[in-house]
């Protein structure tokens, strides 16, 4: 479904992607692995358009979308939920979720925000609470919420559960479980590795803004070189 390829990312002279590659298949999960700094938001963000790629290619669905503008890749059909949330603060709940509400893949059974609700029970009694005073769990549970109301084919989270507590933790994972087994497709960046590695089908790690080693998590649970070297454990 989506295939990165020799992508070469910049912020000014400096350059932050050297040949970045990984790929998601249809209903399966990738997950990104490095240490901190090492180009995976970078990665996520040249993917969605966010910041411009240098050269390189990334295929979604077929199509070669490279220099789209963010709001054209996400009409094509892939979601992000941003690390730190962006959830709209003075907004209520219900408000967060009406904003992005779309469905131009014409997908059967669209996400509504009674879904949303049935995925995340907790959210049900918030409708018109404003943005700014929920709770850092209610407000992930919105940005994925709010993310899955565009109707994504491929969602992509960067670090959807950094800074929450257990609970709330297990929440998300069990909700992204649940996403999963629906069909949809998911690349995830997050520091949670026995919880991420539980749910994904590949891994992929990254090193100073490269691919390094790519493979199962069952190998990657083995390759204690790699573990040690890229992900210091
Ligand atoms: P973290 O887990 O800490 O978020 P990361 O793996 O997501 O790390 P990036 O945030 O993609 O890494 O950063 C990759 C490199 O690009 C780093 O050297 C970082 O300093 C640099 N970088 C990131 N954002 C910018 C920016 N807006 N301007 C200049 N350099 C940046």
Redesign the pocket.
């Given at each position: 479904m989506l295939a990165v390829r020799d992508l070469v990312t910049h912020?000014?002279a400096?350059q932050?992607l050297f040949g970045m590659a990984l790929d998601v298949a249809d209903g399966a999960v990738t997950a990104l692995l490095?240490?901190?700094?090492?180009?995976?938001?970078?990665?996520?963000?040249s993917v969605m358009g966010i910041?411009p790629a240098t050269s390189g290619f990334v295929t979604f669905n077929g199509a070669d979308i490279v220099g789209w503008p963010s709001h054209r890749i996400a009409g094509a059909g892939l979601g992000l939920v941003p690390?730190g949330r962006r959830i709209f603060p003075n907004l209520t709940l219900r408000e967060n979720l009406l904003a992005t509400a779309s469905n131009r893949l014409n997908l059967p059974q669209p996400w509504t925000i009674g879904r949303v609700c049935a995925l995340f029970p907790e959210l049900a009694a918030r409708h018109t609470a404003m943005g700014s005073l929920l709770s850092g769990g209610e407000q992930q549970m919105l940005a994925i919420g709010r993310a899955l109301m565009t109707n994504p084919k491929l969602l992509i989270l960067?670090?959807a559960t950094e800074g929450l507590a257990p609970l709330v933790r297990t929440r998300i994972w069990v909700a992204l479980a649940e996403l999963k087994s629906r069909g949809l497709s998911l690349l995830i960046?997050d520091?949670n590795l026995d919880d991420l590695l539980h749910i994904a089908d590949t891994c992929v790690v990254?090193e100073k803004?490269r691919p390094v080693w790519h493979g199962s998590p069952a190998a990657l649970h083995k390759n204690h070189a790699v573990r040690h070297t890229c992900l210091g454990l």
């Amino acid at each position: 479904m989506l295939a990165v390829r020799d992508l070469v990312t910049h912020y000014g002279a400096s350059q932050a992607l050297f040949g970045m590659a990984l790929d998601v298949a249809d209903g399966a999960v990738t997950a990104l692995l490095g240490r901190n700094g090492m180009g995976k938001t970078t990665t996520i963000h040249s993917v969605m358009g966010i910041v411009p790629a240098t050269s390189g290619f990334v295929t979604f669905n077929g199509a070669d979308i490279v220099g789209w503008p963010s709001h054209r890749i996400a009409g094509a059909g892939l979601g992000l939920v941003p690390e730190g949330r962006r959830i709209f603060p003075n907004l209520t709940l219900r408000e967060n979720l009406l904003a992005t509400a779309s469905n131009r893949l014409n997908l059967p059974q669209p996400w509504t925000i009674g879904r949303v609700c049935a995925l995340f029970p907790e959210l049900a009694a918030r409708h018109t609470a404003m943005g700014s005073l929920l709770s850092g769990g209610e407000q992930q549970m919105l940005a994925i919420g709010r993310a899955l109301m565009t109707n994504p084919k491929l969602l992509i989270l960067d670090e959807a559960t950094e800074g929450l507590a257990p609970l709330v933790r297990t929440r998300i994972w069990v909700a992204l479980a649940e996403l999963k087994s629906r069909g949809l497709s998911l690349l995830i960046v997050d520091k949670n590795l026995d919880d991420l590695l539980h749910i994904a089908d590949t891994c992929v790690v990254i090193e100073k803004g490269r691919p390094v080693w790519h493979g199962s998590p069952a190998a990657l649970h083995k390759n204690h070189a790699v573990r040690h070297t890229c992900l210091g454990l």
